[in-house]
């Protein structure tokens, strides 16, 4: 196995499973295994500025229902390698990392769950691999182009933390995400340790470089950078007309909110939902997890009858 970096004593109540590692395109990618081998895959994936952390509440209650719970953290995330180089960090990269998890771990019939990044860098890798594809629960992200909340476009905070110059100076020297986003944001509140167990992958000097391409990579106008790939993952979704989908909504969350939900039922009119769930924001997997996990296995015990 890769060499990973050592997990703290300190996160292992909270966060207890072991840490697996593969090489992907080059890369070392963690990830969190747990369940029967022969269980339905489900593959738990986060956003920015998160890891395999944020689905904690959601390992053992899949791993009871039987399901096989996967839990990977992006490069440039949790316990990944975190490359210093931006152009490593692009959104088709982070697909075609997934695409290599899939595929190096044979995984058939597996379901999509993703939040934020997760939505488009899970579906993007899914279409990749349709035909082993059996479900997609998507919360509170996006699959289109087109559609900007007054949260992307507001210029505080959001666009000036996309700036060249301001933006490195708020997100790089002040981490004002990698070190306060999930923080900064719970709903049911979150003690010092939690806080702690979200932030401190990225406690290594410029170590947090996704936490700033990410944002540069969201297409809020032609050309952008990241346009032409969620435009080419917007068309396809009609592939995915017979697989079971299920929306789930923090209607509070001003990053994604309802209407991208009510968007996405568009484009996937099949789904189930939008469920929404309130006394929740963006981060809505620490506010409401053991809720919203829940729900999946409800659905994934619907959608494999």
């Given at each position: ?54 689905y904690r509440d959601f390992i053992e209650p ?55 990044w997760g939505g488009p860098q899970g579906v ?30 507001s210029p505080r905070p959001w666009t000036t ?145």
């Amino acid at each position: 196995m890769p060499d990973l970096r050592t997990k703290p004593t300190w996160i292992e109540p909270l966060f207890p499973w072991e840490q697996r590692a593969l090489v992907v395109n080059g890369r070392t990618m963690a990830y969190i295994d747990e369940g029967p081998r022969n269980g339905r895959p489900v593959l738990l994936l986060s956003g920015n500025p998160t890891w395999a952390f944020l689905y904690r509440d959601f390992i053992e209650p899949l791993a009871a229902a039987g399901y096989r719970a996967i839990a990977p953290d992006w490069i440039g995330a949790g316990y990944s390698d975190h490359p210093r180089v931006d152009a490593a960090l692009t959104l088709a990269h982070h697909i075609a990392d997934l695409v290599s998890l899939i595929d190096q771990l044979d995984l058939r019939g597996f379901v999509i769950i993703g939040q934020d990044w997760g939505g488009p860098q899970g579906v993007g890798a899914a279409l990749q691999r349709v035909e082993k594809l059996s479900a997609v629960a998507l919360m509170n992200t996006w699959l289109f182009t087109g559609m900007v909340s007054k949260f992307h476009a507001s210029p505080r905070p959001w666009t000036t933390w996309h700036a060249p110059l301001i933006g490195q100076f708020f997100m790089k020297r002040h981490k004002v995400l990698s070190r306060h986003g999930p923080s900064a944001t719970t709903v049911r509140g979150m003690s010092e340790t939690e806080a702690r167990g979200y932030h401190h992958v990225f406690d290594e000097p410029d170590s947090d470089h996704v936490v700033l391409t990410w944002p540069r990579t969201i297409p809020l106008r032609e050309g952008d950078r990241g346009w032409a790939d969620m435009l080419a993952i917007e068309r396809r979704l009609p592939e995915l007309a017979h697989t079971p989908a299920l929306l789930l909504w923090a209607p509070g969350d001003e990053v994604f909110p309802i209407e991208f939900a009510h968007r996405l039922k568009e484009l996937l009119p099949h789904a189930e939902g939008p469920v929404e769930f309130n006394q929740a924001r963006h981060f809505l997997q620490d506010d409401r997890g053991p809720d919203l996990a829940r729900a999946i296995v409800d659905f994934l015990q619907r959608s494999s009858l």
